[in-house]
Nanobody
Framework: VQLQASGGGLVQPGGSLTLSCSFS????????IGWFRQAPGKERDFVAA????????YYADSVQGRFTISRDDSKNTVYLQMKSLKPEDTAIYYC??????????????????????WGQGTQVTVSS
């Protein structure tokens, strides 16, 4: 499995950005996809996840209501729409794939160890 995150950049506070995660190598519809982020000197934290069918989505409290995760199985791509961006959203954003049909509690998707494959990351900087 290969994951390619893209769409990062520099944006002003209050602005918007959409990240893409392109998936290849296996059957995309068999995988849940998660987004994580890591700021300098900090641990990698959960941002959002979507289950294999797209029927369940999960968000960190810090982004709930501002970020939206979605998937397009015809394009083997997951999107992360980010609105009302804040300076504290500045980080490298990574997408990851979990070969699971689980659709239960959000706690599962927040655990880094549940994801078998990781992309290389894309930088998001929120600054005026």
């Amino acid at each position: 499995v290969q994951l390619q995150a893209s769409g990062g950049g520099l944006v002003q506070p209050g602005g918007s950005l959409t990240l893409s995660c392109s998936f290849s190598g296996r059957t995309f519809s068999s995988y849940a996809i998660g987004w994580f982020r890591q700021a300098p000197g900090k641990e990698r934290d959960f941002v959002a996840a979507i289950n294999w069918s797209g029927g369940s989505t999960y968000y960190a409290d810090s982004v709930q209501g501002r970020f939206t995760i979605s998937r397009d199985d015809s394009k083997n791509t997951v999107y992360l729409q980010m609105k009302s961006l804040k300076p504290e959203d500045t980080a490298i954003y990574y997408c990851a794939a979990d070969p699971s049909y689980y659709s239960g509690s959000s706690g599962y998707f927040k655990r880094l160890e549940e994801y078998d494959y990781w992309g290389q990351g894309t930088q998001v900087t929120v600054s005026s």
